[in-house]
């Protein structure tokens, strides 16, 4: 049996908090950190503008994924895995 790949893993968890029978058992700010995480895997740093304060949810996104713009690729996966298992495992998913 081949282990899994930090990309292939990454793929799994991300697939299961991705889900939304899933995401009412994580806390927001869980939820945040997953989606901030994600956004630098997928499209590397954020070069999006930053969106009006008056717009909470979209300045939250922004600011998630602006916090993680600093780590490399693996380095963003690491941590999404860690974070989201620990997350599945607190939440008996």
Do not use: C, D
């Amino acid at each position: 049996m081949s282990r899994e790949s930090l990309e292939e893993k990454f793929q799994r968890l991300a697939g299961i908090v991705g889900k939304k029978a899933t995401r009412p058992h994580m806390s927001l700010s869980k939820k945040l950190e997953l989606y901030g995480l994600w956004n630098q895997v997928m499209h590397g740093p954020n070069k999006r503008p930053q969106p009006s304060r008056m717009n909470p949810v979209a300045y939250a996104k922004w600011k998630a994924y602006k916090n993680y713009e600093h780590l490399s690729k693996e380095e963003a996966m690491k941590k999404f895995n860690e974070i989201a298992e620990k997350a599945m495992a607190s939440s008996k998913l």
